[in-house]
């Protein structure tokens, strides 16, 4: 039902407005646990982000293909901010006409970006209501953190509407948080009756992954982040106990060394305590940074601010890791390619981003009685980011080899096309476990199929308001552990005079798994329906949609990855 009015709505209206619609299909149900607070007074300030049509979209694919490409002539070549700007930058036209329509309607406060493809602008709530038509500005609460958005579409007038993406700041709010407490207390009943518990620290880690005392950062100029979306902060003190409690055996920072954006007195969250500790424990001794909600307003899309952000800094660190995500379907294709061609920038850039795969497997959609699909997740479903799924201890008790952790996040995208450097692998993948499927309809297999790789994201100890807690689980576990091993060989390779690793993929999926710890045991959740019982995927040799390549064995891989 729901699906159905999201559709139908905009369809009807598109062809009664003067303008038309940017992004007919996203999702403007405010969902459940939002609650509505009112209606925003018209002389009350937003500020919106308007994404601006950019130049070139398939030179800067076909750029990063080559410099991703460890076969090609141009493998590693990257491009400066500059020169990306060079590229993609909006057409004087599309600049001009975006610029007299706002300033038609009073518009003037508007901040740009070094590539010229994004503006931010402040204005009143009357005054966006009559730029986009159909929109109606309320203020929404959840968990003490208020947002003002849209109860229904928006549409921009026709002169504009083919040099513009996408409005930000009117539909999309932040999804809950990955339900890190949730699989915390239901897995801790299940391990206090087995009675004895191993949990991952970094020496664990480190342990499995065979990293040595010595494998940490030695460069200069290497670094890598964190980002977090979730109105969390890592606490200072919190990275210091940890690294005092579990960093003892190998040579590690304490601190991070810069936070981008405003770290409030708030309390400290254990998602934003997990990424950092963690992070930090592979990529130990490695300059880290963290990006979090920027001043924020109430009509901020965090994510889309950090992106944003992205094309405006020219000085990143080289490896980001990334725990969000949301539900492709709830999300306007618009704006997911438009993401997605941030993503492409960034790689052009020889940034690597990763993105948690998510907790809930394949997911599940529910759209009719008894019929249901698998749900894909977005941006761990796009072609341009490297995907990090969960693994678990086959023996808890022990540093043995890794089984699928089944809230693993993985599948097929219903958006994005896939990629060539994923076919054969996938391919492969269909054709070994053919007879045991899950039925076609539930997944598209021509769709971009995630995880790329995995690693442990179950049974983690986090230090939170100074207290280590066990059991914590997550993707968002998994994640930064990965970030931090490819910021290890990052540093060997600039040690060399290399450049850094950038947009992994294509050069992943060239291993075709070698130096990567294959998974093979183990399926992950999906819909509890009488068709698939509760089962999505299954781990198998090789590449699966589950695990994806496995997890990192780390002299092989710096192996593997240190040639030119
Ligand atoms: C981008 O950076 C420039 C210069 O540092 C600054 O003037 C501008 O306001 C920034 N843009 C945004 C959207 O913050
Ligand atoms: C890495 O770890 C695995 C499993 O723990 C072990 O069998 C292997 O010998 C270790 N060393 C290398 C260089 O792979
Ligand atoms: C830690 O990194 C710095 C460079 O940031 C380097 O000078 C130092 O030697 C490293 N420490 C160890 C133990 O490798
Ligand atoms: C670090 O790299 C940046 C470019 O990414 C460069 O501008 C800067 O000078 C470098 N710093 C050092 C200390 O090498
Ligand atoms: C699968 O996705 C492709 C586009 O990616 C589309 O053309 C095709 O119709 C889809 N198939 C099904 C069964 O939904």
Not at 167 to 173: F, I, K, N
Not at 243 to 271: C, N
Request: aromatic share 10%; proline share 5%; hydrophobic share 35%.
């Amino acid at each position: 039902m729901d699906t159905l009015l999201t559709f139908w709505i905009p369809l009807l209206f598109s062809s009664l407005a003067l303008g038309g619609y940017l992004e007919h299909d996203q999702d403007v149900l405010i969902p459940h646990d939002w609650t509505h607070v009112g209606r925003v007074d018209p002389t009350e300030e937003l500020e919106l982000t308007f994404a601006l049509k950019q130049h070139n979209g398939d030179m800067l694919e076909e750029i990063l293909r080559r410099v991703s490409d460890p076969d090609s002539a141009f493998y590693g070549k990257h491009l400066t901010l500059e020169e990306v700007s060079f590229i993609v930058r909006p057409t004087e036209l599309t600049q001009k006409v975006v610029d007299r329509w706002l300033q038609s309607h009073g518009i003037t406060n508007c901040l740009t970006v070094h590539t010229r493809d994004f503006l931010q602008c402040t204005m009143t709530a009357k005054v966006a209501e009559t730029l986009l038509p159909g929109s109606k500005f309320h203020r929404y609460i959840r968990d003490g953190h208020t947002f003002v958005r849209s109860s229904a579409p928006y549409s921009v007038h026709d002169d504009v509407h083919q040099h513009l993406d996408f409005v930000g700041g009117l539909h999309r709010l932040p999804p809950k948080g990955q339900d890190l407490f949730k699989t915390l207390s239901n897995r801790k009943q299940k391990q206090v009756k087995r009675g004895v518990h191993l949990g991952v620290t970094p020496s664990i880690l480190r342990a499995r992954y065979n990293l040595t005392a010595t494998d940490v950062g030695t460069a200069q100029n290497n670094s890598q982040a964190v980002a977090q979306f979730l109105e969390q902060y890592y606490s200072p003190a919190d990275l210091a106990e940890f690294m005092g409690i579990y960093g003892r055996s190998f040579k590690h920072l304490s601190q991070v060394d810069r936070v981008v954006g405003t770290q409030g007195a708030g309390k400290a969250g254990i998602e934003a305590s997990l990424d950092v500790e963690y992070i930090m424990s592979t990529g130990a001794n490695i300059s880290t940074w963290v990006f979090t909600n920027p001043g924020r307003h109430e009509s901020q899309e965090p994510f889309l601010q950090w992106m944003v952000l992205l094309s405006n800094m020219s000085d990143l660190p080289w490896v980001h890791t990334i725990s969000y995500g949301d539900d492709e379907d709830s999300l306007s294709t618009a704006y997911m390619m438009r993401i997605n061609t941030e993503f492409m920038k960034a790689g052009v850039r020889g940034i690597s981003l990763l993105f948690a795969s998510g907790d809930s497997g394949a997911g599940c959609k529910h759209f009719g009685k008894d019929q249901n699909s698998f749900r894909p997740s977005f941006p761990a479903s796009s072609p341009y980011v490297t995907t990090v799924g969960g693994t678990s201890f086959k023996n808890p008790f022990k540093v043995t080899f890794e089984v699928t952790d089944y809230i693993s996040g993985g599948g097929f995208s219903n958006v994005f096309k896939m990629p060539d450097y994923q076919a054969s692998a996938v391919d492969g993948y269909l054709k070994t476990v053919a007879a045991t499927l899950p039925p076609k309809t539930y997944y598209n297999t021509s769709g971009r199929a995630y995880p790329d790789m995995a690693a442990l994201s179950d049974n983690y100890w986090v230090v939170i308001n100074r207290v280590p807690v066990p059991w914590v689980s997550g993707t968002s576990a998994s994640t930064p552990v990965v970030g931090g091993i490819l910021s290890l060989i990052n540093d060997q390779r600039l040690l060399k005079g290399l450049p850094a690793l950038g947009f992994l993929n294509p050069r992943l999926y060239k291993l075709k798994g070698q130096a990567l710890f294959d998974v093979t045991e183990g399926c992950h959740l999906a819909c509890l329906d009488e068709q698939v019982q509760g089962k999505g995927f299954c781990a198998a040799p090789s590449w699966d949609p589950v695990t994806g390549w496995g997890t990192p064995n780390y002299p092989e891989l710096l192996a593997a990855l240190l040639a030119e």
